[in-house]
């Protein structure tokens, strides 16, 4: 059998027993008919068991290699992913603020160069190109895009 | 009678020049993302789904079914002429459709998948309409307890035929239900792990989920891929297969039809798991196996048609009893839930417009990547040329928009990002994300049933098996789970006997 993981496992320990303790909360049961907790608290047990269940499994098996990681990540890979995450979540908090079109701007140009486009201008430009365009397309099409600090 | 009528009711909605429309514009799309190896189905699918909200029912059902089924087109192209399957479901055609490709047999090749896919596809929706009609009728003696067992065989076979571990399945499908419960609670209207915010209460929206754990964690799980693509040069000629390809293909055609439609119908199979299995008939059953791997065209004709076949067979238990057989079915309950279309055993009289124009429009639509597929074959093959680093940002860019312009709330794409980075680190962690998405469908309706049973029974659990549809079905669910416990088992003991064998050594 494949070894798995271990803090995956614990964490799904750890969420399993947190959504029966909840689950009992809300109460299993209401007015002798099944409760609003009952079927959280099904699924708590039965998440808790699976795996409890494979931790012990791979703590039994311990002497067999490890699950094989799907290939060795690229250099550089986290950080641009880094830039990627990062970046959605900064236009979440700033899009309201900066309207659709500034926010989309810099974030085009936070991707572009995080999916490994080198040359700046090219970049910076086709930014500027598409935001304009989407913004236009979509509120054309009756979507409502924040304007923010620019007001047309 | 009923039934000839009905197909001609289909075909007056599905010609409606706005159904038209959408509906080549959902088999364009579906074709570009088969050929872009980039995004898959059910990423096109989520991204697109906020943009049909302005649509009628039919029309936006009709346009993502497009997609679904354009892309078993699409996938073929890149498989047979890069070697790059475009899809999970044409990486099977990559081992024989390339192989034909580099003998100078590439025009054969490409038009025996487009030629065998319009076959398959067209005789798995006559399946389809009588299917679907014997089982509505039996769905209509269903109570909640026989939807309770439904639900659970469906999952029980998620799990068996899980790609990877089983335990694993079964983890993302615990986890699909438990998000599915989040919000508040439709029979008492008690709130559940909302933890104080009002997001929570009405429950995690459909579409950040899906465009968070297919659109954002696929374009992250491609950053790492930046493998060249050599495009095949060779002149495009002679797309007709001759007499000697018929004979040797219209075996596999048909085989693959019905291989097809039934693993599609299966809940947990589906278009790749109908490639797999006919590709093994056909190599089992051949006067020479040894041909296939080397260009065979009986290996391309076969899961070409199979996939295709396998589309119209999921449409059956989606349509017939709104349980959906995998994710991409999941995807289209979900976006008739939100159009207000409840599917079931009622559709086809509640809503016709629906049921008999999303099926004629499957087969225009598959008349119509017959010829955007054969005489454009080349203009496909030249977005093959469009390098990720261009394409990944508009991806994300789509997504953003999608998931902003449901509500016009910001913390869906916060909700967004964060599904995409939980589902990138699923996928490395080798936990697929369908099963979550199906259960996370299935999760109320599964609820639902449940209590209801337990209210028309008094609380008596017994009910379950007193009812004898419901017995049976359960009894299923529980034989798929006992032979899978066994052979895990066998193969385990196996394992450890190869390795105390080997040990010594």
Redesign the interface.
């Known amino acids: 059998m494949k070894r798995f993981h271990l803090l995956p496992l614990v964490f799904w320990l750890g969420l399993g027993l947190f959504v029966l303790v909840h689950s009992y909360q809300l109460g299993l049961m209401a007015f002798n008919n099944p409760g609003p907790g009952l079927m959280p608290f099904i699924l708590g047990l039965l998440l808790s068991l699976v795996s409890l269940y494979l931790i012990l499994v791979s703590f039994l098996k311990k002497k067999q290699t490890d699950e094989t990681v799907r290939g060795e990540p690229k250099k550089g890979l986290y950080g641009r992913i880094g830039v990627i995450v990062g970046a959605l979540v900064a236009y979440a908090f700033l899009m309201e603020k900066l309207g659709f079109l500034i926010a989309t701007t810099f974030l085009l140009i936070a991707l572009f160069k995080g999916a490994g486009s080198k040359k700046w201008r090219a970049v910076v430009i086709t930014s500027v190109l598409v935001s304009v365009i989407t913004y236009f397309a979509f509120t054309h099409l009756r979507l409502r895009l924040p304007a923010g600090i620019l007001k047309f | 009678m009923e039934l000839i009528s009905g197909v001609l009711f289909g075909f007056k909605v599905a010609l409606q020049p706005w159904n038209l429309l959408y509906c080549f514009i959902g088999v364009c799309i579906g074709t570009l993302i088969g050929v872009l190896p980039g995004i898959g189905p059910v990423g096109a699918m989520s991204i697109l789904l906020p ?1 049909t909200f ?1 649509l009628s029912p039919a029309t936006a059902i009709i346009m993502l079914a497009g997609i679904f089924y354009g892309a078993m087109y699409g996938g073929s192209t890149t498989s047979i002429m890069v070697n790059i399957p475009g899809e999970p479901s044409s990486v099977i055609t990559c081992l024989d459709g390339y192989q034909m490709a580099r003998k100078g047999r590439l025009g054969p090749a490409l038009g025996i998948s487009a030629l065998g896919s319009f076959i398959g596809g067209t005789f798995s929706l006559i399946g389809l309409i009588f299917l679907v009609f014997i089982l509505a009728q039996v769905a209509l003696k269903f109570g909640p307890p026989e939807y309770f067992s439904l639900i659970c065989v469906s999952m029980t076979l998620l799990i068996y035929l899980a790609k990877g ?1 089983a ?2 399945a ?2 993302m499908i ?2 699909g ?2 998000l599915g ?1 989040v919000g508040i ?1 439709k ?2 209207g ?1 709130a ?2 909302d933890f104080g915010s009002s997001y929570l209460l009405d429950g995690i929206d459909f579409i950040p989920l899906a465009m968070g754990l297919f659109g ?1 964690s696929e ?2 799980m491609n ?2 891929e ?1 493998e060249e693509r050599t495009i095949f040069q060779s002149k495009l000629r002679n797309l007709l297969p001759n007499v000697e390809d018929w004979k040797k293909s219209i075996g596999p055609i048909l085989r693959g039809t019905v291989i097809g439609f039934f693993s599609g119908v299966l809940p947990g199979g589906g278009p790749v798991t109908a490639t797999f299995i006919s590709y093994t008939i056909e190599k089992k059953i051949s006067s020479n196996p040894g041909q296939f791997g080397q260009g065979a065209i009986e290996g391309v004709a076969g899961p070409e048609t199979a996939n295709n076949a396998a589309t119209g067979g999921s449409f059956v238990p989606v349509l017939a009893l709104g349980i959906p057989p995998n994710v991409i079915m999941a995807f289209l309950l979900g976006a008739l839930i939100l159009h207000g279309v409840t599917p079931g055993p009622l559709l086809v009289s509640q809503h016709p417009q629906v049921f008999w124009g999303i099926i004629a429009s499957m087969y225009i639509g598959n008349c119509m990547l017959l010829l955007l597929n054969l005489p454009l074959i080349g203009f496909w093959v030249k977005l093959l040329k469009i390098p ?3 394409l ?3 991806i ?2 789509f997504c ?2 999608g998931s ?2 449901i509500n ?1 709330s ?2 869906d ?2 909700m ?2 964060l599904f ?2 939980a589902g ?1 680190i699923l996928r ?4 697929e994300p369908a099963p979550l998405i199906v259960a996370y469908i299935l999760g109320p309706m ?2 639902k049933s ?2 209801q049973s ?2 028309i029974a ?2 008596r659990l017994s009910i379950f098996v007193e009812r004898p549809i419901s017995a049976v079905t359960l009894a299923i669910s529980a034989l798929i789970l006992i032979s899978a416990g066994i052979s ?1 088992f066998r ?2 003991k196996l ?1 450890s006997r190869e ?1 105390g064998e080997r040990r010594p050594g």
């Open positions: 943009m302005g571990s335990s694993k079964l983890i615990l986890i239900l438990m419960s609670d029979i008492t008690i559940r792990f954002i374009v992250l950053l790492e930046t990720y680093r261009i990944m940002p508009m994300v860019l953003i928009i902003y312009g016009n910001l913390v794409i916060l967004m990002t995409g980075v990138y490395k962690l080798d936990y599964l609820e449940f209590r337990l209210v008094d609380g895990y193969k385990s394992k390795g």
